[in-house]
């Protein structure tokens, strides 16, 4: 029997309904089950290439979504990646935390089989859903002997879990990848490389920290808390010295510019890294990456924005523990 594929549900507006008949906004997400999304979609029996199975693993609206969720999506990850059964995964998640998904599993899951997200910006009950579409795609790329490593899919569009970033509140084409563009497209239940060939994928960077979940998703580890600091005019050092008080691990400044940083947050940031809080800086533009200065005091996270950033310094600093 031919290897099959496994739909991961963990809620969003793929799942959500609205008591209003056709409407694409003011709908609850997270409201549907994933065999009922399966169920939807007669097609996907014929793209999964083989047996397709369902499990629900959250029923959450993703900016909502947490460690704990987080800890047991990866951890269902691993087991059904290491079943030979298993050609590849499929995630049904919400957009609007869906990059920093897809960033987390990248750095912890083995890349030897295709991991895919994808989404909806409607609801179900919408008059013209987006959701069942893309959950097709989504199969598509999960059953593709190609693929390989984290990837999403939205609007028929491939992006890596690098690049990959919500950039629209409303549009059904709602994700990009920036100066690096697509990874590829999917088009009438066919992948197209942008390359012709599908891109190579990476050996996570934390593939050891998996090794640390236990059975039931749960790390045997405090997650490090990390937050994001934005340098903006007027700004000044009292938050950063509120989060260093509170105990807070790391922070991630969403610098202006080439790194920059308002002359009052520096100060305050020096001594929260003498207060022993890891330090570093993303820029707050959405496109391209900062050129690395030869008098830089903290890391650039290569290029990576603010949120994936800090996805980043957690798993740094949860190797170091």
Known sequence: MAAGIVVLGTGGTIAGTSDVAGANVGYTAAQLGVQQ???AVPQLAQAARGP???EQVAQIDSKDMGHAVWARLVQRCLVHLADEAVAGLAITHGTDT?????????????????????????????????GPQNLLDAVTLAAQPAARGVLAVGAGVIHGAREVSKVHPLRLDAFASGDGGP???????????AHGCAPQALPPAHAGLAGRLGEGGQWHMQWPRVAIVMSHAGADGSV???????????????????????????????????AGVAIRLASR???????????????????????????????ELMARA
């Not at 899951?109 to 009950?125: D, E, F, I, N």
């Not at 969403?254 to 940031?269: D, I, M, R, V």
Request: charged fraction near 15%; charge should be neutral.
């Open 285 to 315: 533009c959405p496109q391209g990456r900062m050129l690395a200065q030869a008098d830089e005091r903290w890391a650039d996270p290569l290029g990576l924005p603010p949120v994936k950033a800090r996805i980043s310094l957690m798993l």
């Open 240 to 274: 950063v010295d509120a989060l260093v008080g509170a105990g807070f691990a790391g922070l991630v400044v969403a610098a202006t510019g080439n790194g920059t940083l308002h002359e009052a947050l520096y100060p305050a940031l020096l001594r929260a890294e003498q």
């Open 183 to 193: 990874l590829g497209w999917v088009e009438g239940g066919r992948v197209r490389w």
């Open 98 to 130: 869906l990059e920093e998904t897809a960033w987390l599993l990248h750095n912890l899951l083995p890349a030897h089989k295709p991991v895919v997200l994808t989404s909806a910006m409607r609801p179900a009950t919408a008059l013209a859903p987006d």
């Open 52 to 54: 397709l199975r369902a």
């Open 37 to 39: 999304l399966l169920a």
